[in-house]
C-alpha cells in the first residue's frame, strides 16, 4: 500500500520560515500531481499548494508569494518552502498524491506559528 510520509512541521515565531518535505513510498509508479492541503479543526480542508506534470504550480491566495511548492530530485518528493509564517498559517499540513487513479493522503505534519 502506497504511504505518504511528511515531515518539517514545527512550531516558529510569526515571520519565520519552515519547510515541509513529503516522500512517496511503496510504489513504482510516478505520482501524476502531489500537493499540499491544510486543515484546522471545524474548518473544511484547504488546498494550499499543487504541482504538476512538468513543474505547473498553483497556490492559495492566501501563500502567494510565501509559500513555494518543487519536486525533489527522489521520485514522488515533494516540499512546501514556507516564509513569513503568520498566526493564520497554524494548522495540519497534509501531503496529497495522485497516483495511477488513487489518491493518495498522508497523516499529516503540525505547524503552529505564534506571535
Known amino acids: 500500500q502506497v504511504q505518504l510520509v511528511e515531515s518539517g512541521g514545527g512550531l516558529v515565531q510569526s515571520g519565520g520560515s519552515l519547510r515541509l518535505s513529503c516522500a512517496a513510498s511503496?510504489?513504482?509508479?510516478?505520482?501524476?500531481?502531489m500537493a499540499w492541503y491544510r486543515q484546522t479543526p471545524g474548518k473544511q480542508r484547504e488546498l494550499v499548494a499543487r504541482i504538476g506534470p512538468g513543474g505547473f504550480t498553483d497556490y492559495a491566495n492566501s501563500v502567494k508569494g510565501r509559500f513555494s511548492i518543487s519536486k525533489g530530485s527522489a521520485k514522488n518528493t515533494v516540499y512546501l518552502r514556507m516564509n513569513n509564517l503568520n498566526p493564520e498559517d497554524t494548522a495540519d499540513y497534509l501531503c496529497y498524491a495522485w497516483i495511477r487513479g488513487n489518491a493518495i493522503w498522508g497523516q499529516g505534519t503540525q505547524v503552529a506559528v505564534f506571535s
Open positions: 511503496k510504489t513504482i509508479f510516478t505520482a501524476d500531481h
